[in-house]
């Protein structure tokens, strides 16, 4: 299915959240989701399901001054 991930278009077999980061490579990674604008909860992924043209957006945490 064709979504936008931190808005660029992506190819993906995926169907819930939870399973885009498992195919993304962020499983082991502590970060940031929302699904078409919406914040995702870690323990709501698995249930936040992925439909064409759905916009999720990635973040990982930056240490820094």
Partial sequence: MRIQVNGRPREVEAT???????????????????LNQEFVRDKDRRNARLQEGDAVEIVTPRQGG
């Fill in 16 to 34: 819930t959240l939870e399973a885009l980061l498992r195919e993304l490579g962020y499983e082991d990674q502590k970060v940031g989701t929302a």
